[in-house]
């Protein structure tokens, strides 16, 4: 359960994405039609994943750097009630960081996190029940 300084690739699967917003010129979302048009992509969401992952793939190595610097975990984080009431049982505290995804069973009570969670640091999605996220703000970073 601790985190691991080892850098693990994240699977991306069907239904695990977050929606994205991105504001562009009316030039560039020009050029963007233009490329769908042509056939270069399927739609604007695809030419825009594709531009992401390629940025992605230019600054790899910094990620990897940094992720490693950090102690992060990349991908999916999930925590279930045993995995807490056993972090509290040894009177341990987790500092959860994650790139990715980070979720807490939904029968994880909100007692039981602020027990044992001390930090929240998420580049990614937190997934947690209404009750658990209240009870974790004031140490969500």
């Known amino acids: 359960m601790k985190n691991s300084s080892a850098a693990v690739e994240p699977r991306q699967r069907t239904g695990e994405t977050e929606k994205m917003t991105v504001n562009v010129g009316v030039?560039?979302?020009?050029?963007?039609d233009l490329l769908v048009q042509?056939?270069?992509?399927?739609?604007r969401s695809d030419l825009m994943r594709t531009a992401l992952r390629n940025q992605?793939?230019?600054?790899?190595?910094?990620?990897?750097q940094t992720v490693a610097r950090r102690t992060l975990t990349v991908g999916l984080q999930h925590?279930?009630?045993a995995d807490l009431e056993t972090v509290v049982a040894a009177g341990q505290r987790l500092q959860v960081q994650v790139?990715?995804?980070?979720?807490?069973?939904?029968?994880?009570t909100p007692?039981?996190?602020?027990?044992?969670?001390?930090?929240?640091t998420v580049l990614g999605a937190f997934q947690a029940s209404?009750?658990?996220?209240?009870?974790?703000s004031d140490r969500i970073h």
Do not use: Q
């Open 27 to 32: 030039v560039d979302l020009g050029h963007v």
């Open 38 to 43: 042509e056939g270069f992509y399927s739609n």
């Open 56 to 64: 992605l793939a230019l600054h790899a190595d910094t990620v990897r």
């Open 79 to 81: 925590y279930s009630r």
């Open 99 to 108: 790139v990715g995804l980070a979720r807490i069973a939904d029968d994880v």
């Open 111 to 120: 007692e039981l996190a602020r027990a044992a969670i001390e930090s929240v």
């Open 130 to 136: 209404p009750g658990v996220r209240i009870a974790l």
